[in-house]
T-cell receptor, first 115, second 112 residues
Framework: GAGVSQSPRYKVAKRGQDVALRCDPISGHVSLFWYQQALGQGPEFLTYFQNEAQLDKSGLPSDRFFAERPEGSVSTLKIQRTQQEDSAVYLC?????????????FGPGTRLTVT | DAKTTQPPSMDCAEGRAANLPCNHSTISGNEYVYWYRQIHSQGPQYIIHGLKNNETNEMASLIITEDRKSSTLILPHATLRDTAVYYCIVRATHSGNTPLVFGKGTRLSVIA
């Protein structure tokens, strides 16, 4: 079946612009995660949704970052007033939530470049 | 911070076994060892996980030492498509509702 998809795959923004990154998880997956991956580093957790509820946003680096999942499926990560340090690959992952469902399925990511 | 230590890079000849080590000396009794890999320009992909016993699936084998302070991921016959960054992760729960904590991983280069 279809995997996790993300759009756009590449985004170039001028400093100060707002951007919105979309994630389409695997159908039926309750859990959805956003990660940020800087060049040469491993992914770092940003935020977690269970259905439409944002249960953990401890990894969001500032109040310029905002995520939503209003209907419990598609999610959007929004970054306001982008800065150069926001340049990274943003990864989305989804999974089932119950015990025993351990695997997270990742999308290909959106590469954001802030100039 | 990641609770694992991995070498930054390794090379392996095509067709040979690739043995990727991981140290997790502070692992707790209820923590699992997970391995993911990330091929260039793709998202991470689950490989295998284990608690105490050695595990094998169609992709790899996982050998965990008796004291659980280290483990080795084995790709039995590495191919060029196995070139990727491999991440060893310890995780307290065995469910899909907790985030993964990645370190920098090991960059494996499979050479023809």
């Amino acid at each position: 079946g279809a995997g996790v998809s993300q759009s756009p795959r590449y985004k170039v923004a001028k400093r100060g612009q707002d951007v919105a990154l979309r994630c389409d998880p695997i159908s039926g997956h309750v859990s959805l995660f956003w990660y940020q991956q800087a060049l040469g580093q491993g992914p770092e957790f940003l935020t977690y949704f269970q259905n439409e509820a944002q249960l953990d946003k401890s990894g969001l680096p500032s109040d310029r970052f905002f995520a939503e999942r209003p209907e419990g499926s598609v999610s959007t990560l929004k970054i306001q007033r982008t800065q150069q340090e926001d340049s990274a690959v943003y990864l989305c992952a989804s999974s089932f939530a119950g015990t025993g469902y351990y695997e997270q399925y990742f999308g290909p990511g959106t590469r954001l470049t802030v100039t | 911070d990641a609770k694992t230590t991995q070498p930054p890079s390794m090379d392996c000849a095509e067709g040979r076994a690739a043995n990727l080590p991981c140290n997790h000396s502070t692992i707790s009794g209820n923590e699992y060892v997970y391995w993911y890999r990330q091929i260039h320009s793709q998202g991470p992909q689950y490989i295998i996980h284990g608690l105490k016993n050695n595990e094998t699936n169609e992709m790899a084998s996982l050998i965990i030492t008796e004291d659980r302070k280290s483990s080795t991921l084995i790709l039995p016959h590495a191919t060029l498509r196995d070139t990727a960054v491999y991440y060893c992760i310890v995780r307290a729960t065995h469910s899909g509702n907790t985030p993964l904590v990645f370190g920098k991983g090991t960059r494996l280069s499979v050479i023809a």
